[in-house]
């Protein structure tokens, strides 16, 4: 259990450094609020009319943002891996090859459906 430790108390601290962050920018921060705070963020050009229900939104953004932070978070696996290479010889050799491989065979596929396009 004492091997727990470092990484229970590293998470504390940085449980207690976002939580202290939040709550120290709603205290310190302007609040000036205008119209121009309450739209939407398009970059700098205006926004298009939106209906009064609401209107759709496009999903592509989401998805796009999505399958970034999906293969983010592979292409992450790949480093201790690295730093364990000499221990995992030919085992972590032939897993990592079939990660790679799964990693791939996604890429083409979301490729392939076009979903890394913006238009």
């Known amino acids: 259990m004492n091997v727990y430790i470092?990484?229970?108390?590293?998470g504390l601290l940085a449980l207690g450094f976002s939580v202290f962050s939040v709550t120290a920018a709603t205290f310190t921060g302007p609040k000036r609020y205008n119209r121009a705070k309450y739209d939407a963020y398009e970059c700098g050009i205006e926004p298009t009319p939106q209906p009064i229900g609401g209107g759709r939104f496009p999903v592509k953004y989401y998805l796009?943002?999505?399958l970034f932070i999906v293969f983010d978070i592979e292409i992450v696996f790949l480093y201790p891996w690295a730093v364990a290479f000499d221990q995992l010889a030919?085992?972590?050799l032939i897993e990592m090859f079939l990660f790679i491989i799964t990693v791939l065979v996604v890429y083409a596929y979301v490729w392939r459906r076009r979903g890394l396009e913006w238009d």
């Open 6 to 10: 470092p990484i229970l108390v590293l």
């Open 64 to 66: 796009t943002a999505m």
């Open 90 to 92: 030919l085992f972590g």
